[in-house]
């Protein structure tokens, strides 16, 4: 019984020791929540850094935005779309999902020399932009993270369905 204890206290030691050093080494990497998220290239839409995206926009979401269950994200993407409202406009959003696409993260990207950012173009450090979370559905369809355009301003909100419960965090 003691060797038992003592192998699983040296497995549970080494494994945090590897787990920090993966934490560390991510940490180093630029800060995705404010820096460039990706870039098109040939018509593709690829990601910068996706080892980092995802991990900072899991601790985001997580430690920020307080979602009743704890969300693991980790199906991303930048998809072009149209806003709706005051006017019709092309827009780019990162989305993300959880493993069985019930929930989805929603933040508008400003594209500049086909590269895609989540602060927006001439933000101070103290300026503040939105994040969206979409959580449920109705019969089929599943509430994902749009566009519209009210008093001139780009705002997000979630696809209209009754049953779709809206969390709306923001990024300093």
Not at 52 to 61: A, E, G, I, P, R
Request: charged fraction near 30%; glycine fraction near 6%; hydrophobic fraction near 35%.
């Amino acid at each position: 019984m003691k060797k038992l204890f003592s192998l699983l206290l040296l497995l549970t030691v080494a494994f945090s020791c590897i787990k920090k050093e993966e934490v560390k080494s991510v940490e180093k990497k630029g800060d995705p929540l404010v820096a460039s998220v990706g870039e098109e290239s040939n018509g593709k839409y690829i990601f910068t850094d996706s080892d980092s995206l995802v991990y900072k926009w899991n601790v985001f979401v997580n430690k920020k935005m307080k979602p009743q269950d704890s969300i693991i994200l980790n199906d991303f993407s930048i998809i072009k779309s149209k806003t709706k409202g005051e006017r019709t406009e092309d827009c780019y959003l990162l989305v993300a999902k959880d493993r069985d696409h019930k929930v989805s993260l929603g933040a508008i990207l400003n594209v500049k020399d086909k590269k895609f950012y989540t602060k927006p173009e001439g933000a101070s450090s103290q300026d503040i932009y939105e994040v969206i979370l979409c959580n449920g559905g109705c019969n089929d369809v599943i509430c994902s993270p749009d566009v519209i355009v009210a008093g001139g301003v780009k705002r997000l909100i979630c696809s209209a369905c009754d049953q779709c419960v809206k969390v709306s965090g923001s990024i300093k």
